[in-house]
């Protein structure tokens, strides 16, 4: 059956969606100063580090209970830090940011259909409507009003490990209320699934390291380590965690084409770059589809 969120679920899984809309860009951004292994290692060495200064000691305190469940734990942590963000960044390396916004928006396609054949979650048909609509606003701004450009995306290798990820996070997302340890707090299990990806990605960064020429501790690598290492990575996991307990992965799936939005919305403001029709159309049917998927909850809010 379908979940309806409470408001509070909602603004928990918009949280994400803000500091996740520059990381793609960030990624781009960082090929020319490191590799993609090296991005994704550090990043989770930054973000471990933070968490476990003040989750140390619960970690520790937790120590039965997390060995009690060590399996499902080991899952989580490979597929939500090991194997999504190593291989986005990866696949970034070898495609275009149009492509990767394109694959990127099926994930909540890839999420409903996970929970239907899975007999976990099934979407209502008002939730369908607005995810349809949704996903027409992501692919209008991507192709800039012409959709004949679809007609030209031709998957390259990039595309296809793009794709990887998106299914890894997707299920990810649907497993995590499923498999997340009943009486693990919220910061231990965030730092257990952070060690654990931190460990799988430690091997492809070694042998990264021992290809490439020794990295430069610019002020552009600190920059961009420091972003991913905090916002798109803590904060932003430790919101859609707590949001998928309470509402679920369809509704968490319904709310991530925003992402599309809040990507203009930063370019606009701190890039200067302009927004022009296409932009300003996708917007509104992302919004709107996402107020229809949402809409029982909204009105009953306002009941």
Same mark, same amino acid.
Not at 90 to 100: C, E, I, Q, V
Not at 236 to 248: C, L, R, S, T
């Given at each position: 059956?379908?979940?309806?969120?409470? %408001?509070? !679920?909602? =603004?928990?899984?918009?949280?994400?969606?803000?500091?996740?809309?520059?990381?793609?860009?960030?990624?781009?951004?960082? !090929?020319?100063?490191?590799?993609?292994?090296?991005?994704? *290692?550090?990043?989770?060495?930054?973000?471990?580090?933070?968490?476990?200064?003040?989750?140390?000691?619960?970690?520790?305190?937790?120590?039965? %209970?997390? %060995?009690?469940?060590?399996?499902?734990?080991?899952?989580?942590?490979?597929?939500?830090?090991?194997?999504?963000?190593?291989?986005?960044?990866?696949?970034?390396? +070898?495609?275009?940011?149009?492509?990767?916004?394109?694959?990127?928006?099926?994930?909540?396609?890839?999420?409903?259909?996970?929970?239907?054949?899975?007999? %976990?979650?099934?979407?209502?048909?008002?939730?369908?409507?607005?995810?349809?609509?949704? &996903?027409?606003?992501?692919?209008?701004? =991507? !192709?800039?009003?012409? &959709?004949?450009?679809?007609?030209?995306?031709?998957? +390259?290798?990039?595309?296809?490990?793009?794709?990887?990820?998106?299914?890894?996070?997707?299920?990810? #997302?649907?497993?995590?209320?499923?498999?997340?340890?009943?009486?693990?707090? #919220?910061?231990? *299990?965030?730092?257990?699934?952070?060690?654990?990806?931190?460990?799988?990605? *430690?091997?492809?960064?070694?042998?990264?390291?021992?290809?490439?020429?020794? /990295?430069?501790?610019?002020?552009?690598?600190?920059?961009?380590?420091?972003?991913?290492?905090?916002?798109?990575? /803590?904060?932003?996991?430790?919101?859609?965690?707590?949001? =998928?307990?309470?509402?679920?992965? +369809?509704?968490?799936?319904?709310?991530?084409?925003?992402?599309?939005?809040?990507?203009?919305?930063?370019?606009?403001? *701190?890039?200067?770059?302009?927004?022009?029709?296409?932009?300003?159309?996708?917007?509104?049917?992302?919004?709107?589809?996402?107020?229809?998927?949402?809409?029982?909850?909204?009105?009953?809010?306002?009941?």
């Amino acid at each position: 059956m379908a979940t309806t969120p409470g %408001l509070k !679920t909602i =603004i928990y899984l918009l949280i994400p969606p803000v500091l996740w809309a520059g990381n793609s860009v960030v990624g781009k951004f960082a !090929t020319e100063f490191i590799g993609p292994f090296s991005l994704s *290692f550090y990043r989770w060495l930054i973000a471990s580090g933070l968490v476990l200064t003040v989750a140390a000691k619960p970690l520790y305190e937790s120590r039965k %209970l997390m %060995l009690q469940n060590w399996r499902p734990l080991i899952v989580l942590g490979v597929l939500g830090t090991g194997v999504f963000n190593t291989l986005l960044y990866l696949g970034l390396y +070898n495609t275009s940011a149009n492509n990767s916004g394109i694959i990127l928006a099926t994930l909540p396609i890839i999420i409903i259909l996970l929970n239907y054949f899975m007999r %976990l979650e099934r979407a209502s048909l008002i939730q369908m409507m607005g995810l349809v609509i949704s &996903l027409a606003g992501v692919v209008w701004v =991507i !192709t800039q009003g012409e &959709l004949g450009r679809l007609l030209q995306f031709n998957l +390259n290798p990039g595309d296809l490990i793009i794709l990887a990820a998106v299914t890894s996070w997707a299920l990810y #997302s649907v497993l995590l209320k499923k498999l997340r340890p009943t009486g693990l707090s #919220s910061l231990p *299990f965030l730092a257990i699934q952070f060690l654990i990806g931190l460990v799988f990605i *430690f091997p492809f960064y070694a042998y990264e390291r021992a290809q490439l020429s020794p /990295l430069v501790w610019g002020i552009e690598t600190w920059l961009i380590l420091t972003y991913v290492g905090l916002f798109p990575s /803590l904060i932003a996991y430790f919101y859609w965690q707590q949001g =998928i307990a309470m509402g679920g992965a +369809n509704i968490a799936g319904f709310i991530y084409p925003l992402i599309s939005v809040f990507t203009a919305a930063i370019a606009y403001a *701190f890039l200067g770059e302009s927004l022009n029709r296409a932009q300003l159309v996708g917007t509104i049917l992302v919004i709107t589809g996402v107020i229809l998927a949402l809409s029982n909850s909204l009105s009953s809010r306002v009941r």
